[in-house]
């Protein structure tokens, strides 16, 4: 019998407007596994990765989780995974502490200490508003400390993130695979991340007509 | 299943508690509104007080729609609904959370400066008691229903006309039966039969209504 990974990809294909999205995508990660999903702008990696939230539902193809599809694991798989989007869903009238009391979902159990993984120690009371585009980017960061989730799907999650921000996430990371996790990231950046996988978001062939 | 509820709940009321001046416009447009009425058609109180329960109701209507695309608008553009959705519970539980929470920061404050309505608008004082409880039952039909053309125009770009258009409808036997009641009241019948369908419409709508809106939501949200 093959060996089964946590999440595999089978022909994955998504139509807009009758158009295809990008070329039919496989793969797999297992646990332990970082997959960087490359591609041009436009290509299709913020679509891939709401796909593999359940947020969007594919044309055709199949997303098995663990050996089921999620169709039929949709608790378990929901259950299992964290989701960060280009929208960090970080409220600016809440305070840091208040937005990670509503994200969190297991993990590290206290918000100071979240925070201070991500070096904002002191900001929990201040409102979002009055962070800064990166401080606001690392209190949504400070949710990947705070959760059970095995699955992470992280879109551009070093967006507006300053080069030690970027090390301490890469940090985060390998512990995160260490623990037996996985990560399917889109990034442009080159990441220093040993056994780093990498697949890409073809655009379609024909961007047009089906 | 309930925390999702009550969690959401919360996580409103402290929002609308942060952004006070937005939550408030409602209840100022009701107030404003009612205090021109008399200025606008005539103080004389015989001719106010034959059309305070049709005037009070149409402004509570006016001042519910006003306020209710906001109630999932914010969480698309911040990408806070994204995240509820992918959320492994049931959808509808945290819908009813936040409808509450619209509810006790729209239609409750509504509610509760009635009387003050009626007293410019000379409401004949037999018409008080069914006024607030007729509003009380209502404005909590109007926030359900409300809430599932809100999740059906949230990715609408300018959705504000059209969430105007699909629930005004459904909006119209609420404002029937509740200035109904009132005007029974006043005429000196019983009250009870309307507001008694009232009662009926807003069990329907907490039972119905949240599983519309969370139906909607998956369906837009698909864009």
Redesign the interface.
Known sequence: MPKLSLLTVEQLCFERDDRHTFEPIDFAVDRGEIMQVEGPNGSGKTTLLRLLTTALQPSSGAIIYAGQPITLCRYEYLSDILYLGHQSAVKMNLTAAENLRWMATGGIDSTRDALSAVQLSGYDDVPCYNLSAGQQRRVALARLFMTNAKLWFLDEPFTAIDKQGVSLLENCLREHVKRGGAVVLSTHQDLAIDGLRKTSCVPHADQGAL | MASGFS?YLR?DL??AY??RGDAASPLIFFIMVSTLIPLGITPESARLAEIAPGIIWVMALLATLLSIDAIFANDY????L??L????HLLAMPVLGKTAAHWMVTGLPLTLASPLLGVMLSLPAQGYVPMVASLALGTGCLSLIGSVGAALTVSLRKGGLLLSLLVMPLYMPVIIFGSATVQSAIDGFAWSGPLAILGAMLAASIALCPLAAAGALRIT??N
Not at chain 2, 77 to 80: A, C, K, L, P
Not at chain 2, 85 to 88: K, N, Q, R, T
């Open positions: 969690a996580r402290l929002l942060r952004r553009q911040d990408g806070s994204e995240q959705l992918i959320s492994p949200s698909v």
